[in-house]
């Protein structure tokens, strides 16, 4: 059955060049055009549309979008403008659209996106979570790896897994893959990308759950520029329902832009002695004088030893914020994931997996 499109496009060269390319397709019917978003409004409804292309280089999207998604509930929305725009593209979403393509494009482009968009999840903004530290060796990577796998897990939708520390990332080495592209590709090539392009730069660990993998080089590390990765995270979440991105150790810009993007940032510190504390107070002081209300910044204290109630007011004491979350220290966990064996399957019953559980089921219910 073709799709039944209205078209909302002022400029009467693009709109007619839309039609002529959708009518040699039998996958899709032109219902009506329209050259404003009012129109379109007020006249639609009685020829019983399911996809709208609507142009958001001219109208106002945070008005729009919102307004075709309740008169049109389970009609498939696409914002269509000249150049691929990540923020344009997020708010599109955020708003209530299914997704975003650039033109002109072809029938075959067209359809290509719409299968790409109804895979990544429901018709909601991408959830994205980043993963700093203010040094290294605080269980950073092994907390994304496993938060993305009971994510997926939990919702079956898609979730991406972003290994942004540029020098020396082990995701790969988790989940014992040799990556195609990283980083580095998609930062050099983001320009030119839009979702359908992009995806292929993803390493797929399971049906739902894929990477992209940091440069095998550390000295690579030099070819990514903060803006680039912005916009790679920005692009990730047309493809994914979550976005997970596992940063660099330390204060440094690409970290600082994408921890300003993100719904969630974990500042992660591993317990081994009071400096650790000390260190985590001074990055929770600088995040709490950020003006962002809609970042939620969580506080993480891996290979916490005694697990208990004590110990957590006892750090936050020291930390004089709340302890969000506290992960147990457990070996055992440690080296499946060191060993790459976390595609193959959870040891559930530990208590660290018992502890990320609780976390995921916190944020599905967040991002759902």
């Not at 990544?120 to 907390?143: C, M």
């Not at 300003?260 to 001074?282: C, D, L, P, Q, Y």
């Amino acid at each position: 059955m073709a799709y039944r499109v209205v078209i909302v496009e002022e400029e009467p060269e693009l709109l007619d060049e839309m039609q002529k390319i959708l009518r040699r397709s039998p996958d899709f019917e032109i219902a009506a055009t329209y050259t404003t978003a009012a129109a379109a409004l007020g006249q639609a409804g009685m020829f019983a549309p399911n996809l709208f292309l609507i142009d958001l280089d001219s109208d106002s999207l945070a008005e729009t979008v919102p307004a075709f998604r309740q008169l049109f509930p389970e009609a498939i929305l696409f914002g269509t403008f000249e150049e691929w725009d990540g923020v344009l593209a997020k708010q599109a979403i955020d708003a209530g659209a299914n997704g975003c393509i650039q033109t002109p494009f072809t029938a075959a482009d067209l359809l290509e996106h719409i299968r790409l968009y109804a895979r990544r999840g429901q018709v909601k903004p991408a959830t994205l979570i980043s993963f700093f530290s203010p040094k290294g060796r605080a269980g950073r990577t092994t907390l994304a790896a496993l938060l993305a796998l009971l994510i997926a897990e939990k919702t079956s939708e898609r979730v991406a897994l972003i290994d942004a520390d540029l020098q020396f990332g082990d995701l790969p080495i988790f989940f014992d893959i040799e990556p195609k592209r990283t980083v580095v590709d998609a930062a050099q090539d983001i320009r030119l990308l839009n979702p359908v392009t992009f995806e292929p730069y993803f390493h797929q660990i399971n049906h739902n759950v894929s990477l992209l993998a940091s440069p095998d080089r550390p000295e690579y590390a030099e070819l990514v520029e903060p803006e680039a990765l912005t916009e790679i995270v920005l692009l990730a979440g047309n493809i994914f329902r979550y976005v997970l991105v596992d940063l660099p150790a330390g204060f440094n810009p690409l970290a600082l832009n994408i921890c300003r993007i993100s719904n969630h940032v974990f500042i992660m510190t591993m317990i081994n002695s009071g400096f650790e504390v000390t260190h985590a107070k001074k990055t929770l002081d600088m995040f709490s004088t950020q003006p962002d209300v809609r970042r939620a910044v969580h506080s993480v204290f891996t290979r916490v030893q005694p697990f208990t109630e004590e110990q957590r007011n006892k750090i936050a004491a020291q930390l004089t914020y709340p302890v969000d979350y506290m992960i147990p220290n457990e070996y055992k966990m440690i080296s499946v994931a060191n060993s790459g064996r976390l595609a193959y399957g959870l040891p559930k019953e530990s208590l660290l997996m018992q502890t990320v559980d609780n976390m995921a089921d916190q944020l599905t219910r967040k991002g759902a």
